[in-house]
């Protein structure tokens, strides 16, 4: 996944909600050497872009990939 400078930068509080966690826990995430999650620190803002958020989570997955399925369209 390539990424642009267009592309949306999530703040602490939205990753944290998307992710089900205390900001507070992916703050520590960022402190941690090396850092658990790729992130922008701009001044002291920290900044989470999506592409990479996704590929991030993917490396953590545990077990096989889940199996897609078409949906369904009932008429």
């Known amino acids: ?26 703050l520590d995430w960022c402190e941690r050497k090396p850092p658990e999650v790729p992130h922008f620190k701009i001044g002291r803002a920290i900044r989470f872009r999506e592409s990479e958020v996704l ?17 369904e369209v009932v008429g």
């Open 1 to 26: 996944m390539t990424a642009t400078l267009a592309e949306r930068l999530l703040t602490v509080r939205e990753l944290a909600d998307v992710l089900g966690i205390a900001p507070a826990t992916l």
């Open 55 to 71: 590929t991030w989570l993917e490396s953590c997955r545990r077990g096989p990939a889940p199996v897609r399925r078409p949906l």
